[in-house]
């Protein structure tokens, strides 16, 4: 899919994708700084959008880790499935809100999302955090990039520990919620 299309669907769901533009490369690599990737052998990303999170996830992965990647945007998930065709990468276009489904009983060690919390429904938001937390192993990582510091009283409700960053290098600037049970 064209970059222009891709903006198209940004632009016309943006109650679901939440953004003005996409994820730019250093809000990612500043996100991705945060995940111990050595070792990870199951990675979850929560609002696959453009893949420019799941590129940078797949450049840092282990060879033999396997990545899960939710997006609901079907036109987003058709795109990544031609971009990232490897075996070891499962592009599930499906909610975050069944990712327990998906993980069938075994745990993350990292989940990194994207996903516009602020715009999503209460009752399901807080099914993503539950399910989330139960999802990521005990010593695992929770990474959020989002717009708002206020979430981070949300995640608190599921999260002991919670260590914030803010970055300028995206538009509009963002923060990075690192959350560990």
């Known amino acids: 899919m064209e970059k222009r299309e891709l903006f198209k669907e940004l632009y016309s769901n943006i109650g679901t994708t939440g953004a003005i533009t996409f994820s730019s ?3 990612v690599d500043k996100m991705l700084s945060y995940a111990d990737f050595k070792g990870a052998k199951l990675i979850v990303e929560l609002g696959g959008g453009d893949g420019s999170i799941t590129k940078g996830i797949i450049e840092r992965m282990d060879p033999d880790a396997t990545l899960l990647v939710f997006e609901i945007s079907k036109e987003f998930c ?3 499935k031609l971009e990232f065709p490897q075996k070891n990468v499962k592009i599930i276009c499906d909610s975050a809100e069944n ?8 745990r993350a060690d990292l989940i990194l999302s994207s996903l516009p919390f602020s715009l999503i429904p209460k009752e399901s938001r807080q099914q993503i955090y539950a399910k989330s937390r139960s999802a990521v192993k005990h010593q695992g990582k ?3 990039i989002c717009y708002s510091y206020l979430l981070r009283f949300q995640f608190a409700k599921h999260f002991k520990q919670i260590s914030t960053s803010f970055t300028l290098r995206n538009f509009p600037p963002a923060f990075i919620m690192v959350c560990q049970a």
């Open 78 to 80: 058709d795109n990544m």
């Open 142 to 144: 929770f990474i959020q």
């Open 99 to 106: 990712l327990d489904r998906y993980l069938r009983g075994k």
């Open 25 to 27: 490369k250093a809000l």
